[in-house]
Structures are given as structure tokens and as C-alpha cells.
């Protein structure tokens, strides 16, 4: 019986998938919309993306846009390549589930 | 492995397919250019009909409306990621933004201005533009659209002066006006749906 996969524990964290799931569709995005999108709180939203950035999934970029700062975060190469295998070994998880 | 965990699996799957859509979907409003566009294109023909002076009407509202669209557009932009099909559609309306100053420019400082010549170019490049970002949208509306504003290119090579100059503010009124509001209201219904529809994800 082949071994079953284990999923990559940064991942797994709900807010910190939603938060990769949805910079894998996007180029960049604002720490605000990440916000609206998840729901989250700030502190939250900040300890988490910074999981994600210290992993190295998630890249961020401080700036100004018309005076007013502005934090931007994308996905890296990183971040796509362990959200495919983490999607894969859902997938290989579930399909054992159902096989069993 | 147990149901429960099945369960919890199962809801990690769907909640990456939602999130990814959710960052997919094109949150932005581009209604509001198609009906600002169309005023400056109405106040630039009106301009040019009362005032003597009327060489300054053209460049002087286009020029103006390209300031105002990139303000409101730098603003909103701020509220949204940037995505391939935003950038893409910006790049297709600032190319043909470009390219017809461009030659209406060209032409008109030549002194060979011709309102057929002049609502052929117009109609030929509204038609192309709206004719790519209708594909990349997948919007049979915008396409129509596109198809009126190729026709009264075309069309307007055969009139009188007069009957293309009516028929170029007709197809102002239906491709910029009255698309324009269409979308506003479409991108409100949207908006709505979408809010009520807001989950909540937390670690």
C-alpha cells in the first residue's frame, strides 16, 4: 500500500491557505483587500502572512501610493510550487479515504 | 481516517477552489470611463460646432478626460490586486487612447481633417478595442458594441457630412452612454451579490 502524504503544516493553518489561494490568483495585492476578502483581523492577518513570509511563500513590498503607505504581498515560486503539492497530497488523502 | 476529517479535508479543497476564484474575479468598475468618454466626445463636438476657435476643442477635452479617467483610475486602483486581465485590458484601452490622439492630432494640425475620415479612424479603433476586451471577457454586450462602432466606421466613408456626424453621436450615445450605464448598474448587482455572499476565514 503506497504511503500516504502529509500536509505541509504552514499551509494547513485555514487563514493562511485562504491567503494563498488567493494571492495564486492575483499579482499583487494590498494588505487591505486580503482583509476584506478573508475576514480576518489585522493582528491575524499580519501574524499569519508573516508565517507565510518567513516560509518564503509570500514576498511583500512596502510603499507609498499617493502619501499613504501601502503593504503588497505576492506569491512566490516558492509559494505556487508548495500550494500545487500541498493541493495533490489533499487530493491523494481523499482519494484514499474514499478508496478505503 | 475518519469522517470527520474527511469532512475537514473536503472543506480545505473547496475552500482553495473558492479563494482562487474569489482572486481571480475582476473587482474593478470600468462603467463610469465609458459614460465619462462619452460626455468628453459630446462636449468636444459641441465645443467644436459653437466656437470659432475650435482647433483647441478636440485635443483640449481629450486631453482632460485622460487626466480625470487616470486620477479616478489611480484612486480605485488602490482598492484592488492587480490582475493579468486588469493589466491586459489597461493596456489595450491606453494603446488605442494613444494611438488615436496620435493621428487625430496628425490629422488635425495637417489641415486634412474630414469628418468621414475622422469617424472612420474613430469607429475602426473604438470597434478593435472594444472587439479584444469583449473576447477577453468573454462579453457578447461589449462585442455588439464593437460590431456598431465597425459599422459606422465603415458606414460613414458613404454619407454626407452631416449623416455621418448624426450617426457617429448616435453610436455615442449606444456604445459609451447608454453601455456605460449598463455596466455601472451590471457592476452594482455584482458588488451586492458578492457582499451578501462574504464569508468569514479565520486561522
Not at chain 2, 94 to 103: E, L, R, W, Y
Not at chain 2, 106 to 123: D, K, M, Q, T, Y
Request: glycine share 10%; with cysteine.
Amino acid at each position: 500500500m503506497p504511503e500516504l502524504p502529509e500536509l505541509n503544516p504552514v499551509i494547513h493553518g485555514k487563514l493562511r491557505l485562504a491567503l494563498l489561494s488567493l494571492l495564486s490568483g492575483v499579482e499583487e495585492a494590498e494588505f487591505t483587500w486580503l482583509r476584506f476578502k478573508t475576514g480576518s483581523t489585522d493582528g491575524n492577518l499580519g501574524a499569519q502572512l508573516l508565517k507565510l513570509e518567513e516560509a518564503g511563500y509570500v514576498g511583500v513590498e512596502k510603499k507609498f501610493v499617493q502619501r499613504k503607505p501601502q503593504t503588497m504581498y505576492r506569491m512566490t515560486d516558492a509559494g505556487r510550487e508548495a500550494l500545487t503539492a500541498y493541493v495533490q497530497a489533499l487530493k491523494q488523502l481523499l482519494g484514499a479515504a474514499i478508496g478505503a | 481516517m475518519s469522517n470527520v476529517e474527511e469532512q475537514e479535508l473536503k472543506d480545505r479543497l473547496s475552500l482553495i477552489e473558492s479563494m482562487i476564484a474569489e482572486g481571480r474575479r475582476t473587482t474593478e468598475s470600468w462603467g463610469w470611463t465609458f459614460v465619462l468618454w462619452g460626455v468628453a466626445y459630446y462636449i468636444a463636438i459641441a465645443w467644436s460646432a459653437f466656437d470659432p476657435h475650435h482647433y483647441t476643442a478636440w485635443p483640449v477635452t481629450m486631453i482632460a478626460a485622460g487626466v480625470l479617467s487616470s486620477v479616478i483610475a489611480s484612486r480605485t486602483a488602490a482598492r484592488h490586486p492587480e490582475t493579468t486581465i486588469g493589466r491586459a485590458m489597461m493596456a489595450i484601452w491606453m494603446g488605442m487612447g494613444i494611438s488615436m490622439f496620435i493621428v487625430m492630432m496628425a490629422i488635425g494640425i495637417s489641415g486634412r481633417f474630414e469628418l468621414h475620415v475622422g469617424v472612420a479612424i474613430v469607429g475602426a479603433m473604438l470597434g478593435a478595442a472594444n472587439a479584444t476586451s469583449s473576447i477577453i471577457l468573454r462579453w457578447k454586450m461589449q462585442f455588439a458594441c464593437a460590431l456598431l462602432w465597425w459599422t459606422t466606421g465603415a458606414v460613414s466613408c458613404f454619407l454626407s457630412e452631416t449623416q455621418a456626424g448624426i450617426v457617429f453621436l448616435v453610436a455615442i450615445l449606444f456604445c459609451q452612454i447608454v453601455f456605460g450605464i449598463y455596466c455601472m448598474f451590471a457592476e452594482s448587482r455584482k458588488r451586492k451579490g458578492r457582499s451578501a455572499g462574504q464569508g468569514a476565514t479565520h486561522a
